[in-house]
């Protein structure tokens, strides 16, 4: 066997316990695949939080409503990469399409991919900025006028009649956004609630608990973003979008929190051969990542931060701050969970004797460098986005916040 294989096996070796077959050494499933579910979700929850102001009329939340699209498309157009670079051979990728397989719930994601990207979130953005982009075009000199005059299509009609089109167009295309954001992300929960053979992972929850922590880690995001670029544009925050949002945020919590207790105290009922394996990864190898982390700073302070803001009258600015800082944990404790999700679910053998550990590399595609890249890369594309659509919108020439 090769002598380099097993100094780097070596480390791994000696942090393992019990009994495990030679197989289940390696973690396959690595950090990219981590940041796949993280990035869908993030897509899931903005788009969902840009609902409720074309389908629920909440005008409250108007003033994210553009950014939460831009947010949602610069992760969406992210997403598919950490997968990319996971495969073998990434060039091939395209193989799905040609020859479709409807039974593997993986091959379908390009579809639901494809049908989100192009179908609805791009043609819901295209209708929401058409009469700005016609009329940016006309004002405008230089590369930029042709920019948005091919993104507008040539288009020149800004008459009330046409807005009035856009604006059906608009809430006909969120109501069907709707029920493919939750297929874009549920079916990620499906794929891994599916695996019967993973104790770890087989939950008919599973589906419904990545559905909600993406709604919350969405809006989340939007909320973050939003509190950073309001700032940087010189304008006030609107404080009774934050709020309302915050709320939003609150509850999607409280809903994501009880479900994911559901599921454990489900599990201890049930008290299958594999219990005891399970409560070892828990209170062993996944102590600090789910119960500190997931559960503690990413949970449970966040609602206690949130439950004070709406138990006490508390000042502009100081609950500025509350929000912003429960924001970021809500984005650790996410992301944590895809970790505990997706990590642990291959750390104990199917021998139920033993435990594994991973051990996480700094380069390579499967690395940790690359992972941060990803995950930088969303913002670029966001910060792109901005000097090109400026969610604050046009009246009479001049930018306002929508």
Partial sequence: MNVAFIAQLLPVLQQTTGYIYPNELEVHWALLIVLYPYLTGVVAGAF????????FNIKEVQPTYRLSLLTALSFLLVAPLPLLLHLGHPGRSYEIFLTPNPSSAMAMFGFVYAWYLMVVLLLEIWFVYRRDLVMWAGREKGPMKWIHKIMSLFSKDISDRAFKFD??????????????????HGYVGFIFGSIKANPWWSSVLMPIVFLFSAIVSGIAMVILIYMIITPLRGKPIDMSCLDRVASYLFYAVIVDFSLE?????????????????????????????????????GMLIPLGIMSIIKMFTLDKELRKLLYFVSAILIQVGIFTTRWNVV????????????????????????????????????????????????????????????
């Fill in 48 to 55: 969902i939080l840009a609902s409720l102001v074309k389908v």
């Fill in 343 to 402: 990590i642990g679910g291959q750390m104990f053998s199917k021998s139920m004797r033993g435990l594994t550990t991973y051990k996480m590399e700094f380069w390579g595609l499967e690395g940790l460098l690359t992972t941060i890249g990803l995950l930088i890369l969303p913002f670029v594309i966001l910060f792109v986005l901005l000097k090109i659509l400026p969610p604050w919108g046009i009246k009479n020439g001049e930018s306002v916040n929508q």
């Fill in 261 to 297: 207790a559901l599921d454990f105290i489900h599990r201890l009922y049930e008290s299958e051969e594999s219990i005891k394996i399970l409560s070892e990864l828990v209170t062993g190898k996944l102590f600090s990542s789910l119960v500190v982390i997931q559960v503690f700073l």
């Fill in 167 to 184: 604006m059906k167009a608009i809430k006909v295309i969120t109501i069907i956004g709707i029920p493919s954001a939750f297929l874009l």
